[in-house]
């Protein structure tokens, strides 16, 4: 089955930036979306179709894809944006079928 | 505004059964494919099942292809999964999520609160 693997943890200080990778063989093909989850809540989606963001999520957010990588990067991240983040695509088989990453807690302090 | 609100999680035996609700507002339903994407306690996102918008076709992932069925009523705007055979590990929290369909891809734009389905006896 296809997946996609986002290292477990990053850490970083309030106003560096964070980067979280995302690797799978089906993004050179695939479009891969960004998710952020803060403990209690359901999940947000901050950037969809590799590098666009949602109405409403701060400029800081962005997002990129080369080969078979994706990047979510938080510029100047801030202890609010401490949270899970899950990149998402789906697979190359045809079949309606969505993969998460296994999640990447981001630590801001 | 988009709103999507879960019910019917509760406790129940293993090789029992739970119907989940999902109500939707705020978007013309029957527009949209709609899918349940659950966590387990401490871990990461799986998406389960979708149902399309028009077109009638369901999707299921391999965990759960056999004894787990979605449905949607159109007229009252309300998305469901009848899970049977339960085990342990499908305890989770179930998300109820509107998806953005693209010729290649779909994603989910909404997600619901989500609802609490503890699998033990």
């Known amino acids: 089955s296809y997946e996609l693997t986002q290292p477990p943890s990053v850490s970083v200080s309030p106003g560096q930036t964070a980067r979280i990778t995302c690797s799978g063989d089906a993004l050179p093909k695939k479009y891969a979306y960004w998710y952020q989850q803060k403990s209690g809540q359901a999940p947000v989606l901050v950037i969809y179709e590799d590098s666009k963001r949602p109405s409403g999520i701060p400029e800081r957010f962005s997002g990129s894809s080369s080969g078979t990588m994706a990047t979510l990067t938080i510029s100047g991240a801030q202890v609010e944006d401490e949270a899970d983040y899950y990149c998402y695509s789906t697979d190359s088989s045809g079949n309606h079928s969505g993969v998460f990453g296994g999640g990447t807690k981001l630590t801001v302090l | 505004e988009v709103q999507l609100l879960e019910s019917g999680g509760g406790l129940v035996q293993p090789g029992g059964s739970l119907r989940l609700s999902c109500a939707a507002s705020?978007?013309?339903?029957?527009?949209?494919?709609m899918s349940w994407v659950r966590q387990a306690p401490g871990k990461g996102l799986e998406w389960v099942s979708a149902f399309s918008g028009r077109g009638g076709s369901t999707y299921y992932a391999d965990s759960v292809k056999g004894r787990f069925t979605i449905s949607r009523d159109n007229s009252k705007n309300t998305l469901y999964l009848q899970m049977n055979s339960l085990r342990a590990e499908d305890t989770a929290i179930y998300y109820c999520a509107k998806e953005q369909q693209l010729v290649r891809d779909f994603y989910f734009d909404y997600w619901g609160q989500g609802t609490l389905v503890t699998v033990s006896s």
């Open positions: 705020g978007f013309t339903f029957s527009n949209y494919a």
